[in-house]
Antibody, heavy 126, light 112 residues
Framework: QVQLVESGGGVVQPGRSLRLSCAASGFTFSSYGMHWVRQAPGKGLEWVAVIWYDGSNKYYADSVKGRFTISRDNSKNTLYLQMNSLRAEDTAVYYC???????????????????WGQGTTVTVSS | QSALTQPPSASGSPGQSVTISCTGTSSDVGGYNYVSWYQQHPGKAPKLMIYEVSKRPSGVPDRFSGSKSGNTASLTVSGLQAEDEADYYCSSYAGSNKLGVVFGGGTKLTVL
């Protein structure tokens, strides 16, 4: 079945780095754009970043621009989020989510985020 | 502060209908027909309920419907059931050279 499984979360000190992974299965990963979305404790959803199916385009929320990098390895069916210079306000559950397939001629999010992982928790604290 | 504005709470009795609003600007909700809605139960991942303003993914009951007028999108849940009690979030495409994707702050739907 179609599945996304995040990993790599944990407790990290402010200013340090962490890399999250999202393993995809059950669909042709290389044909879909992918997002990272986060949710701080007791708060709402916040979009973090999106990457095109082939990695050719990437967009970021202003809150993480310059600190976070989204990437993918289609040979490994895996999405990544490299998080540098972490701050307390980056504490959240991080979800990966599937975007539109490459063959649809519409902007990202046009089909919504139709598959989500279970999330991985990142805690930034000294 | 979220980019899209939703009421913090909504409620209805079983069998009734409830509508949740999502207000943005001409740069997001009003500018594109790419509004989606997500349902999230406590401790669970979000689930896509509506995309492209009013389309339902396979498996989503037709009790869920979406619409848009100007800068405001709406999610209507008809024939409320106990399992509909959850948090609901709207999101909108906001242009690749601007905000990218924006979410609402979420609405807690209570089935009385």
């Amino acid at each position: 079945q179609v599945q996304l499984v995040e990993s790599g979360g944990g407790v990290v000190q402010p200013g340090r780095s962490l890399r999250l992974s999202c393993a995809a299965s059950g669909f042709t990963f290389s044909s879909y754009g992918m997002h990272w979305v986060r949710q701080a404790p007791g708060k709402g959803l916040e979009w973090v970043a999106v990457i095109w199916y082939d990695g050719s385009n990437k967009y970021y929320a202003d809150s993480v621009k310059g600190r976070f990098t989204i990437s993918r390895d289609n040979s490994k069916n895996t999405l990544y989020l490299q998080m540098n210079s972490l701050r307390a306000e980056d504490t959240a559950v991080y979800y990966c989510a599937r975007d539109k397939p490459m063959w649809l001629r519409c902007p990202f999010l046009c089909t919504g985020m139709d598959v989500w992982g279970q999330g991985t928790t990142v805690t930034v604290s000294s | 502060q979220s980019a899209l504005t939703q009421p913090p709470s909504a409620s209805g009795s079983p069998g009734q209908s409830v509508t949740i609003s999502c207000t943005g600007t001409s740069s997001d909700v009003g500018g594109y027909n790419y509004v989606s809605w997500y349902q999230q139960h406590p401790g669970k991942a979000p689930k896509l309920m509506i995309y492209e303003v009013s389309k339902r993914p396979s498996g989503v009951p037709d009790r869920f419907s979406g619409s848009k007028s100007g800068n405001t999108a709406s999610l209507t849940v008809s024939g409320l059931q106990a399992e509909d009690e959850a948090d609901y979030y709207c999101s909108s495409y906001a242009g690749s050279n601007k905000l990218g994707v924006v979410f609402g702050g979420g609405t807690k739907l209570t089935v009385l």
